[in-house]
């Protein structure tokens, strides 16, 4: 258990489909992360939010749309996604500040399969 | 634009030997280096961060070391076990990202 909490853990979606990832964590961290990892590929960071505020966007497609509403909680929702979509989406936390960041938490995953 | 690989890909290894992991990166300019294990279809776990001011950290068998300059860190994992079997993943993070390797895959067989 690494404090950071992702939900659901496997998610099977139709391309027309909407739905959303959960992330949540309680462990006073200002940053949170989303990731993706897909087989045989390093880790791709996707979204970055700070103090509430997104601050990175890696050319990600608008049909993944991140939502930070707390420190505590982050989003990604998911529209007409495809195939090449699937993929492990990871969530992590860290504290931010001075240019530089302490140790990362991740989530245990959520498991995307796009049909 | 930070770049790291991770060397070997995968190593398969006796239970008890030591065995060194190794990373790379090309832009020196790092806050700190941090080494997470994954085991298959789940999350990672972090198991040491070095700052860029130090050189080396340690936690119980494991001991990671880190050579800014050169762009270089080795994790050292000592009298290895076989629970040690995992993926190990380097992540230097630079401002406000984190780049990760590919990984090493690492078997210690009983």
């Known amino acids: 258990e690494t404090g950071v909490t992702q939900t659901p853990r496997h998610l099977v979606m139709g391309m027309t489909n909407k739905k959303s990832l959960k992330c949540e964590q309680h462990l006073g961290h200002n940053a949170m992360y989303w990731y993706k990892q897909s087989a045989k590929k390093p880790l791709e960071l996707m979204f970055v939010?700070?103090?509430?505020?997104?601050?990175e966007n890696n050319s990600v497609p608008s049909r993944f749309s991140p939502e930070c509403p707390n420190s505590s909680h982050l989003f990604l929702h998911l529209h007409t996604l495809q195939p090449e979509d699937s993929a492990l989406y990871l969530c992590?936390?860290?504290?931010f500040g001075q240019g530089a960041s302490t140790e990362a938490f991740f989530g245990q995953g959520t498991r995307l399969t796009v049909v | 634009k930070q770049e790291v690989t991770q060397i070997p890909a995968a190593l398969s290894v006796p239970e008890g030997e030591n065995l060194v992991l190794n990373c790379s990166f090309t832009?020196?300019?790092?806050?700190?280096l941090q080494w997470f294990r994954q085991d298959p279809g789940k999350g990672l776990t972090s198991l040491l961060l070095?700052?860029?001011?130090?050189r080396e950290q340690t936690s119980g068998r494991l001991n990671a070391s880190l050579d800014k300059s050169s762009g270089r860190s080795t994790l050292y994992i000592a009298a290895s076990q076989p629970g040690d079997s995992a993926t190990y993943l380097c992540a230097p993070e630079g401002y406000q990202k984190v780049t990760f390797g590919i990984g090493t895959k690492l078997q210690v067989i009983p």
């Open positions: 992590a936390s860290s504290r």
């Open positions: 832009d020196s300019a790092i806050y700190n």
């Open positions: 070095i700052q860029s001011s130090q």
């Open positions: 939010y700070s103090l509430e505020e997104r601050v």
